[in-house]
């Protein structure tokens, strides 16, 4: 799960100009659950507390 620190990971969207990139900052444990903090490439103060499987599905999230 360490190899997903500060990899960067676009979100999917059917409008190709305006795909947010995010950056993985930290892993957090929930209830034996992995869970990852990312922030947005362009704002860094702005933190997302997502799962691990939700940033793996390719429906949702694409890996750079």
Do not use: C, P, T
Request: no cysteine.
């Amino acid at each position: 799960m360490d190899m997903l620190l500060n990899k960067l990971f676009e979100k999917v969207s059917d409008n190709k100009f305006s795909r947010i990139k995010y950056r993985v900052k930290r892993l957090k444990n929930i209830n034996g659950v992995q869970h990852a903090v990312i922030v947005d490439i362009k704002d860094e103060n702005s933190e997302f507390l997502v799962a691990i499987s939700v940033l793996e599905d390719k429906n949702k999230f694409r890996i750079l």
